[in-house]
């Protein structure tokens, strides 16, 4: 093949997105650290799979305009910091490709190295032995391989880059002593390389489809519309918050559109079964309208959505959480919006972008509370310009309430940025979780479903009990800081008393003080901070 035109370049898309998804569970499972929140195969899925579905929908003849569509996409879906470095690299691709109407094999391999550049560019701090690894290092094969035989065919130059891609995948363990230890490889680039495959497959005849898989949001092409509008019980009032309602109805439902008024929410979707949805609404208060209809094509919601022009106000606080008592005390400190993700459920950049424009004021200040969703935040940061947005690196609830009791509503946001940078420079996370796999780190032998403590990303306590191993890691965090006050947020199978009693060794054995939270969060049966 000389020229890759645009029906084709869209099925090789299609091709590879299929090829990741068939495969995304093998790469969660790569997650260096054994805690239950490897989602890198999720979060890759989900940035390319329904981008590439809507590109395909794309009514374009031109591979540069199309390649522009999917990356605008890929964009707004990125989830992760291997999504959003991902989404850069289809960037850079469509960079390459604009004005292009068919892709000879030379505008294919600047396309890559294109898309490598920017990838790196996006990266404030590049780690090599990761997915950018592989994105350089294959691109920068496949271009030489096109420069030293410039008539070669797209199949063979794209053959070529699958090789050299999984051979430098399998280099990665000896650039990231993390690795060689845990005995993977990169989990990002490993999903990199299902991609190109899946594009090789395509330009060798084989393209990959869908395994059948049974989904969660699969469209509902039958069924009914649902208009419901709730007056929100005095619970809903301070608790109600749109994105965690909208998420577990995409579990059943499509065409889902949420908005609140005061004390009150509008719903729009379709389901086949709207009883169950009648029934959902119910437990946050009273029903005021209900409408059910058979759908029909072009059914339109006869409910208004916009959202109402409310005077903007100066500065507001978004702030990340997957927990309603962990959201409930950031909206007793200063908290205006809670996006709703953190482990296993990443938010994706439109979700931020959302919350910007929610929040509706001149400046918006965003706490991540998660190291894998600051690149998601930074790039929604980039993205609206009718707000000044500052991202403070929080890279856990605890910093987040940390950084929130030191936020002043009446300071300049310059002011708020270095006083809750400080605050969460103060303060060190202990996190108690349930190892989802046998592995060694740090020295420890971990043994699947054993209790492993952590102090900040730092493993360093592992037990079968989980009073002993959590007391280990407090004396552990106690060699790298004095423990004075202790900020301990118990999990969902957690009882007050429990709780109590680890705030009572730290009182007897370290003179500190300390307060608990019912965070109500799962997989996290402890969430500490110390200072």
């Given at each position: ?167 430098s995948l399998k280099r ?63 619970q809903y009032k301070r ?122 004021a001149r400046s918006i ?167």
């Amino acid at each position: 093949m000389e020229q890759l035109d645009c029906r084709q370049f869209k099925e090789m898309i299609i091709s590879g997105a299929n090829n990741l998804a068939n495969n995304a569970e093998r790469v969660n499972k790569l997650n260096v650290f054994p805690v239950p929140d490897g989602d890198t195969g999720t979060n890759m899925n989900m940035t390319i799979s329904a981008a590439a579905e809507e590109t395909v929908r794309f009514m374009n003849d031109y591979i540069g305009d199309t390649a522009k569509f999917l990356s605008k996409n890929m964009l707004m879906n990125a989830r992760g910091n291997s999504g959003v470095i991902l989404s850069q690299v289809f960037k850079g691709i469509a960079k390459a490709l604009a004005g292009v109407q068919s892709a000879d094999v030379k505008q294919l391999a600047e396309a890559f190295m294109s898309g490598s550049r920017a990838a790196y560019k996006a990266i404030m701090k590049p780690v090599e032995g990761t997915i950018l690894t592989v994105v350089r290092e294959s691109a920068e094969m496949g271009d030489y391989l096109v420069k030293k035989n410039p008539r070669c065919s797209i199949e063979d130059y794209m053959a070529y880059m699958v090789v050299e891609a999984n051979e430098s995948l399998k280099r990665t363990p000896d650039l990231l002593e993390v690795l060689k230890e845990a005995g993977v490889v990169d989990s990002g680039a490993s999903g990199y390389c299902c991609i190109l495959e899946g594009f090789n497959a395509y330009l060798q005849g084989n393209p990959v489809g869908k395994s059948e898989q049974p989904t969660e949001t699969e469209p509902v092409e039958e069924g009914y519309c649902v208009e419901i509008i709730v007056n929100l019980n005095e619970q809903y009032k301070r608790e109600f918050v749109i994105n965690r309602l909208e998420s577990s109805l995409g579990r059943s439902c499509n065409n889902i559109k949420l908005a609140r008024e005061e004390d009150s929410v509008k719903l729009h979707v379709h389901s086949e079964r709207p009883g169950d949805i009648i029934n959902t609404l119910q437990r946050f208060g009273d029903l005021d309208t209900v409408r059910v209809e058979k759908l029909s094509k072009g059914h339109n919601p006869t409910l208004n959505f916009e959202v109402k022009n409310e005077e903007r106000k100066n500065c507001a606080v978004i702030t990340v959480c997957n927990a309603e008592g962990i959201a409930s005390k950031f909206k007793e400190l200063a908290a205006d919006y809670i996006v709703f993700g953190g482990q296993t459920m990443n938010p994706s950049t439109q979700d931020f972008v959302n919350a910007i424009k929610e929040a509706n004021a001149r400046s918006i200040i965003i706490l991540p509370n998660n190291s894998n969703i600051i690149l998601a935040a930074k790039q929604a940061k980039q993205l609206v310009k009718s707000s000044q947005v500052e991202v403070i690196e929080s890279k856990s609830v605890i910093e987040g309430i940390n950084a929130c009791l030191n936020y002043s509503e009446d300071a300049p946001i310059e002011d708020n940025i270095k006083s809750m940078n400080q605050a969460i420079r103060d303060i060190r996370t202990i996190s108690l979780t349930q190892a989802v796999k046998n592995t060694t780190m740090n020295g420890l032998k971990i043994r699947k479903n054993n209790f492993i403590g952590l102090v900040d990303k730092d493993l360093v306590a592992t037990g079968k009990a989980l009073d002993k191993t959590l007391f280990a890691t407090i004396d552990q965090a106690s060699q790298q800081q004095e423990i004075s006050y202790l900020t301990i947020i118990y999990g969902k199978e957690i009882t007050k008393a429990q709780a109590q009693q680890v705030l009572d060794y730290a009182v007897e054995k370290y003179d500190a003080d300390g307060e608990l939270i019912a965070g109500q969060q799962e997989l996290y049966p402890f969430i500490i901070g110390i200072e």
